[in-house]
C-alpha cells in the first residue's frame, strides 16, 4: 500500500511546472512558521505560550498611560494643587478692600511681609488714589491705605482746590512699610506694622510742587494749606507730626493709625 502511494506522489510531482513548485514551497515554509504542528503529519496546532522578546508583557492599564506628567496612571488629567482661595482672606479684609475700590484706589494684594517683629499679613500696594498718583508706590495695611485715601479725597484735594486753584497730581512719600524702631526709642514704629505713610511733598496739576518743610515767613498761602494738612489729618489718623515737632519730622508729616487707649490722638 505505501508502494503504491509513492508512485501516485511522484507522478503527481512530476506533472507540476518548477514555478508552481516553488510557489508551492514557499506556501508550505510559511504555513509551517505559523503553526506549532507538523504539516505532514497533521497534527493540529497547539499554544504553548511562547513570546518574542520584541513584544514585552504588559498587565494593566498603567503601562499604556504616555509619558505625561500631568497625567495619572488611570489615564485621567491630575489635577494641581489649588491655589489659596480669595475667601480664606479674613471677612475684615475683604470688607476693606471693597472700601478701597469705593473710593478708586489702584492697588495690588502682595505677598504677606514678615521680618521679625515686623511685618504685615495682608499687605496691600498703593499707586493712585482716584487721579492721584502715589510715587513711590507705598505698601501698607489695607486699613491704613483706605484711611490714607478717604483723607485724601475728602480733605487734601479739596484743600488744594481751594488754596491753589488746581487739583493734586502727585502725592510724594518718603516711607511706607520699612522695619525699624522709632529713633531713639526701643519700640516698634508704626512703619514697621505698614500702619504709617511719610508724606515729602505735594505736586498739583498747575505744576507747583509743595514742599512739607516749614515754609518762609511770607508763603502764607502755603502756610495755610499745610496748616490745613496737618489739623484735617488729625481727623483721619491717630498721629500726624510734621515740622516743628522735632528736628526728625523737620521735611515730612507722618501718619499712622497706631491704636492707643481711650481713642488718644497725637497731633503735633
Known amino acids: 500500500m505505501a508502494g503504491k502511494f509513492r508512485a501516485v506522489f511522484f507522478t503527481t510531482f512530476r506533472r507540476f511546472k518548477p514555478a508552481a513548485l516553488l510557489s508551492t514551497g514557499l506556501a508550505l515554509a510559511a504555513v509551517s512558521a505559523c503553526n506549532t504542528g507538523s504539516v505532514l503529519s497533521l497534527q493540529p496546532a497547539v499554544d504553548v505560550g511562547a513570546q518574542t522578546s520584541a513584544v514585552p508583557q504588559y498587565t494593566g492599564m498603567q ?8 497625567m495619572t496612571q488611570a489615564a485621567y488629567p491630575r489635577m494641581d494643587e489649588p491655589m489659596s482661595p ?21 492697588y495690588t494684594d502682595v505677598a504677606p511681609i514678615h521680618e521679625g517683629q515686623c511685618g504685615i499679613d495682608y499687605p496691600v500696594k498703593v499707586t493712585a488714589i482716584g487721579s492721584v498718583e502715589m510715587k513711590p508706590a507705598a505698601t501698607l495695611t489695607c486699613d491704613m491705605a483706605a484711611t490714607f485715601a478717604a483723607w485724601t479725597k475728602n480733605e487734601l ?3 488744594a482746590r481751594w488754596r491753589y486753584f488746581s487739583g493734586v ?3 510724594h512719600q518718603g516711607s511706607s512699610y520699612s522695619c525699624r524702631n522709632i529713633a531713639g526709642e526701643g519700640v516698634l ?3 514697621g506694622k505698614g500702619n504709617a505713610l511719610d508724606v515729602m511733598s505735594i505736586e498739583l496739576n498747575n505744576g507747583d510742587d509743595i514742599d512739607v518743610r516749614k515754609p518762609g515767613l511770607f508763603a ?8 490745613n494738612v496737618r489739623a484735617d489729618g488729625c481727623q483721619y489718623f491717630t498721629t500726624v507730626l ?27
Open 63 to 70: 503601562k499604556l498611560v504616555p509619558s505625561n506628567p500631568y
Open 86 to 106: 480669595v475667601e480664606q482672606i479674613p471677612a475684615s479684609e475683604i470688607d476693606c478692600r471693597q472700601q478701597l475700590k469705593r473710593l478708586d484706589v489702584a
Open 157 to 159: 484735594v479739596p484743600s
Open 169 to 171: 497730581k502727585t502725592i
Open 189 to 191: 514704629s508704626e512703619h
Open 220 to 227: 502764607f498761602r502755603t502756610r495755610g494749606f499745610l496748616n
Open 242 to 268: 510734621g515740622p516743628g515737632y522735632n528736628y526728625d519730622h523737620r521735611n515730612h508729616f507722618h501718619f499712622d493709625i497706631k491704636n492707643r487707649r481711650n481713642g488718644y490722638r497725637a497731633c503735633r
